[in-house]
Structures are given as C-alpha cells and as structure tokens.
C-alpha cells in the first residue's frame, strides 16, 4: 500500500460532471490498495472571474484581500469533490491550505511555504478517510489567509507528497511532457522520463506545465514527479532524478516561446559598472530580465540586448529610456516581434556538436539567429517571431524526436 | 464616538456597483466619526447557487462539507467589500468567521455559538481599520469550519454588537419593520419601535426579517438593533426592551403565513399520553408543529389537530397514520390550504377585548376561523389561504393600523 499525492487542476474539476470523474478516479486508486491524498485547484475559469470582480470594486487590491478572495475558489472545489467522493461511498473531508498546515511567509498573491504541518491529513488517513486539500493556499505567519500564486496547487501536492511521504501524481488536459509542443509538431513524442534540470530548464523555455516551481521544490526534496492525463489511465511522464547509469538522451525537447521582447542598448562605454547600473535599475521596478546578450567591445564600445516579458515591455523600456543618457548609451530599441526557440537535454553535455548542428539547420532554413544563450542542459536561439514555429518544426526533426509511424514513447 | 457594527444583506453586496455603495455609506458613517464593524452575507443568490452546485454532485451531502462550500461565498464578499473600502480611502481587513473569534458547536449546516473572542477585530479596531467579518460563520470545537444557516448574518451582527460593546444596524431591502407586509396592506406603517418579545411574535408568525434567531440574541443579551434600508438614511425601526414607562400601543403588527399545513386526527380516545405518543414520534422526524389545539371533549373521545411547514407535511401524514391505530384514532385529514393571521401587541395584555374584536371582525366579513392559538401578545387564526390576505387587510383597518393619508409612522 503506497500513499499517492494526486492533483487535479481547474480544468479537471470545472463542473459537477468533471468532479464526479476525478471522484471516480481516486475511488478506483483507493481500490487498487493506495491510500489517496488529493489536490484541487478552483473550478474552470473561477480565478480568473474572481480577479475581474476584485477588478471592478478596485483600481489597486490589496495583496491580503487578493489573497482572501482567490482561496475560496479552491475551498469551494475541495467541498463539492468531497461530497462527489462520499456519493461513491469513499469517506473524505476537505481542508483549506491552513487546515492542511501550511504556514507560509506574508507575501501576498506569492506566498512562499515555510513549514508544512500535515498532522491533520495524517489523522484523516488513519481514520481510513480522503483529505481533499486547496491547492496553492495557507496561512501566514499573521495568520491571514495566503494564496501561493497560479500553478501553485503542484507545488502543494509536491510539498504534501514530500511531508507525508508519498508519490505525487499531477493530473492535467495533456498526457504528459512532449518533445515540443503537438500542436505545432504532430510528430511531437511523449518523453516517458524526465530529469529535474531538464524539466527545470523545459519550464524556463515556455513549457507551460508543470508549474516551474513545483518542479523546483520537488528536485529539492527529491520527490519523483509523474505527469499525467486526467482523462486516460495511461502512464505519463515521470520526472526524477538524473539516473547515472543510463544513457541519456542527447536532446529531451524543443520549446518555442513567443512571450517575450527585446531591448537593445547601444553604444555604451565598455567599463564596470554599467550593467549593473542597468539591470539593479530594471530590477527594482520587477522586471522579470530573461536572456542577456553582450556583444563583443569594439573601439570601448559595446552593445546590450536582453528579453523580458512582453508585459514588462512598457516598464523595461522606461527603465532603459530614463538611464540611458546616465550611462551613456547612443540608443535604445525594443523589438517585440521576436520568438525563442530553445534545445534542452541532458545528453548534450557529452555531445559537443550540438550548438553546431542547431545554428547549421536553422541557416538551412533561412531562419536568422538574432541571440544565443546556453546553459550545460539548454541552447536557446532568438529568431524573428514569425520563424518561430518553422524553427521548432526542422529542429525536432534534426535531432530525430519526430515519432516514427509506427508511433511509441522514448 | 460609538461602535456601530452593520450588516449587509446579500443584495446589498450582490454586484460591484452595490458593493461600492456600501463602501460609500461605512466611509460616511466613519467621517460622523463612529467606529464601525461591517458584517456582509454572500453576494445576491450565490448561496443558492452553491447549494444547486452541491445537489448536482451529492444526493445528500454532508453537513461538513455544505458548511466549507457555503461560507466561501460570506470570504468573497468580505475581501471584495474590503477592496471597494481601500478604494474609498477607508483601512480595512476582511475577517472569516473563524478568524473574527466565533467559536460554535458542531453542528454543522445550523450551528450555535459557543463563545466570541473578537480579539483581531479589536486589534484592527484600535489601529483605525474597519474590520469586515463574514456572517453566519465561525469554527467549531473540532477546528472544522461552520455555517450557522440561511439570515445567520443577522446573528453574526448582533452577537458582534454585544461582544465589543455596540450598537447594531441590520440594513435591508425594506425600510424597517412594518404593521403588516406593505404588498398585501398599502396603507401598511413602518413601526419607529418595538419591542423584543413582539418582534419574536412576529418573526414566529411568518414575518421574514430580521432573523429570528438574531433578535433572540439580541433580546438574551439586550442589544437594541435598528431595523432600516440600505438605500437611504432614513431610521428605520428600533428593537429593543419594552419601555414600561411608556405607553403600549395596543397592537404593534398583523402578519399572513400561508406557508402551513394542517393534520387532524378524529375520534381519539380522550386520555394521558395519547398526545405524548403523537408529538414525540413527529419530533423524533423532525416534523416543526407549530400550532396545536385540542377540542372540547365529547362522550370520552377527542379530535386533535396541528399546524406544520407544508414541507413536512409527508413526513407528518406518514408518522400520523403509523400511529393512527396505535393512539386509537378514527382517521387522520390533512389540509394544504389553511392560512394564518396573527396578531402581535405587547399592549393586548391590558386589553381584554382584542380577541373579541378579531373574531367579530373575520366573522363580519365571512372568514370562517378553523383553530385559534394565543399567547400574552398574540392572538393567531387558522383561516383558509384563500381568505388570508383579506383577513390581514381587515384586521390592519380594525385595528386602526392604516397609515392615515396624510402619512408619517408610529
């Protein structure tokens, strides 16, 4: 008998149909012999019509209330599935993220957890019962009600599966971790597992599920994560740790990510200090600064380009704009027509040939490269946004990912 | 300055424009420099909504559950309401039941209150902030959230009002309290005061605001409460302790309930612990009796007949034939279409013609009476439903309750 963590996000739970599914799932885990621990995000799109309403009553809502408001989305979800699990003769109780036990720090709409005090899902599972927790939800150091931000109900099944001692199951729309995203790349294949680093740097790339930070805490505490369809029984994608004795892959996946814009700072003074003028300065009004590129000094001149968010676009480039003359910069530009096409796999640590072989394919197809970053695991190209898709498309294909027609997972 | 706690109804906050409305009045009545505790009810029908979300997933839900659902909707409200006061300039915080200190028993769906312990709203009083507590909730003994039931609120105010040592304000959709329901009776007045126990009358013969339950606290802890509309200022009506230096108006309100039933059983043998047997097994149903009259015996046998919620009625006529043979009763009738019309006045007590009057009344203009039920303020009739808005509207005129053309109230 294992205990397994399963979550279900919004999309699993959107209403009472949906419910009485995700109630029959953990009926049939239960069944199986495993004693169940289960996750509920807020039903459908229930988050985002509560920030409407806090949109309509407020120009600027306060973090705390923020917070007040969004949790009784989850409550409400924890409740219903309850009462779902109890129809099918499964005996369950819901509890908010404070019933739970966790106790987290006092950024609001951002909590971070600081301790996780389960004893009260302990005792609902010696009385042989299903304790159906609020995803992304507790209670401060204050005692006011704290929300953990969107994606955040992973990372309250990675952090009860760790407490408890568990296997974290996150239920979702996909099947599990592609090689690219199937919408753009039918041949995209279902990686069957997954490091943490490369799931880490698949999320940094754009790959929208699991939540970044759910993945962070897991590779942390070493909780193997196994992403999965809500709607099949199908195994999912298992992301644990690297496994020394196995070969790995040379590439896991391509990520293709429109999300983001440029700033170009021309012309500087090539001394210390400049950009860390720049970037403290950009920081302090929370611009999220992704890829940073120098170019190579020329006559004590030199450029710098970095992406941001496009939402962060308007303040980066004030940012920029307003310390421009300070540090003496000739211009500023920004570009929000640009798309990031990134590698990422363990393997190519001991395959150096695989920046070459991305910059050859990419120039085989026209597609101009106007940045480039990597890390150990990641090479990421910035290419002009329209190229984009036609980028992950050759380099899948490149890096032999496309599913052979005779289908099947690596 | 004085502490006013006020509370909200769920149309008072049903939208954002309503919301910003009572933002507005709290800031008013903050720069009249009062101190103030709001207490809000879930927006407009959410309630319903969450109980028909419930229905669809669960036959029968458990109470736990239905309490953790429900009170998400008083959450919403309070950070919503909380918003709308920061946008106004007004320090708020929104409070859950639990976190206001309202500590219950556990049960769940209608539970009591046990103890109050406001420490926080103290707190957040005494830092210039208006508090915003969720009504009809608290936390019960077993640390699991519970929800008093439906007009709970009211409950939730005046228990407040009598912690902290306030005044409380229950605003509604009507002005106050009225001589009978203005729908039926257009010459029907607002009551400028009345006392507890007449109030209690009236709430138990069918007047549907203030809850019943909260002027039974109030009246337990003498807490005066005022009565009055959300949408202007004008006062409403004070509820408070019977003033014995003051004159009694002979007949404060004439209220209509065509909710009832009636059961009769015919021919009973007319001794002990027949009537014993009958009402303890309708209690052991949970069947609401209300009104009981037993008539005049005749030759040793007796008829009994009661008045119950049209909703349990089933379970009444079920119970009643069960025990038919039992009791030696002839045959058991059920009627669905009885009405009543109460009296209620604290100064009928010193006057002895009032029931006199009434019964010359109805019979003048050919309402026949069924059964009749006193007390010391109330004289209460069965009438058929479809003489009942008559009865109350000759009634209102006899008792010399008609607003005179000129207008004005009591």
Redesign the interface.
Known sequence: MALVVQKFGGTSVAD?DR??EV?DHVARTRRRGDEVVLVVSAMGKETDE?LH??S???????G???D??I???E??A???????L??LGVAA??F?GS?AGFLTDTNHMNAKILEVRPD?LRQALNGGRVPVVGGSQGVSTE?N?TFFGRGGSDTTAVALAHALGGVCELYTDVSGVFTTDPRVVPLARKLARVSFDEMLELCACGCPKPAMRAVEYARTHKVPLHVRSAFTWEPGTWIDEEDPMMEQAMISGVVGDASEAKITLTNLPDRPGIAGRLFRGLAARDVNVDMIVQNVSEGGATDISFTLPKDDLPAGREVSDALAAEIGADRVTSDDGIGRVSLVGAGMKSHPGVAATVFETLAANDINIEMISTSAIRISCIVREADLDRAVIVLHSAFGLDASLAGGTR
């Open positions: 009472p419910m009485r109630a509560l309403l806090a309509q009553v407020s120009r600027a809502p306060a705390r209330e923020m007040m408001l949790t009784a989305g409550r409400k924890t409740a219903l599935v309850s009462m779902a109890h129809d109780d819901s908010t019933q009260r005692r009600v």
